[in-house]
């Protein structure tokens, strides 16, 4: 029976077939080709449109303005691209590039909800919590470091830090997941001479929450 059901599944072009597949661990790539030759039909792009398929049977599409980028259109440029999936958290990321700068959005396979950052996740290695951060001080930021976690069908956020008003300008960079409960991250400090002072710090999960190694010691 469950022979004949994949076979009908076939025949009506259902897209639960690919749903109801597991993914033996998380997909990730740097070319969105690579991506949906291993999704299997759980995303598929038609021309300039990126389509996602979500397990009610409807679709999230995203649209590229490809045609606004290249004659310098900033305001409409965008370019979208399939960068993961992880089936663990049903979850999508997509990747976005803009005249200036781009993000990702973390997409829930299972109700659409969408969390817009600022950069590519890094996901913590049970991949129950990820990390964003916004390492451009040139533009406004929503955040420089976030942190979100997994407790329902989509993402909540459990942790933000924005440099104080009136501080020195700050640039972060992840270096990566040490363990599910410790970040190392990286900052470059503009100073008075207009040069950059790169310091390492971390943030560390507690039992009151994500807690970061900041302001540090050795900052001069």
């Not at 070319?31 to 949906?36: G, K, P, Q, S, V």
């Not at 598929?44 to 310098?72: F, H, N, P, Q």
């Not at 997409?107 to 990390?131: D, K, M, W, Y």
């Not at 924005?162 to 020195?168: I, N, V």
């Amino acid at each position: 029976m469950r022979f004949l059901g994949l076979v009908y599944a076939l025949l009506l072009g259902s897209p639960l077939l690919a749903l109801e597949s597991p993914l033996s661990a998380p997909v990730s790539c740097e070319r969105e080709a690579d991506c949906l030759a291993q999704l299997n039909g759980l995303a598929i792009r038609e021309g300039d449109v990126l389509i996602l398929k979500l397990e009610s049977g409807k679709t999230k599409s995203y649209r590229d303005d490809r045609e606004a980028c290249e004659k310098g259109v900033a305001a409409d440029c965008v370019k979208y691209e399939l960068r993961g999936y992880r089936q663990d958290q049903k979850t999508y990321v997509v990747g976005y590039s803009l005249y200036e700068g781009g993000g990702a959005n973390i997409i829930s396979a299972q109700s659409g909800h969408t969390v817009f950052l600022s950069s590519l996740p890094e996901f913590s290695p049970n991949s129950r919590s990820f990390v964003s951060a916004d390492s451009d001080p040139h533009f406004e930021r929503a955040y420089e470091i976030a942190i979100w976690s997994f407790t329902s069908d989509s993402p909540k956020q459990e942790f933000l830090y924005s440099t104080p008003k009136g501080h020195p300008e700050e640039s972060w960079e992840v270096l990566g997941w040490d363990g599910n409960d410790r970040i190392n991250l990286k900052v470059g400090i503009l100073n008075e001479t207009d040069s950059t002072q790169e310091l390492e710090t971390s943030v560390i999960r507690t039992e009151q929450g994500w807690k970061l190694n900041w302001p540090l010691s050795n900052l001069k």
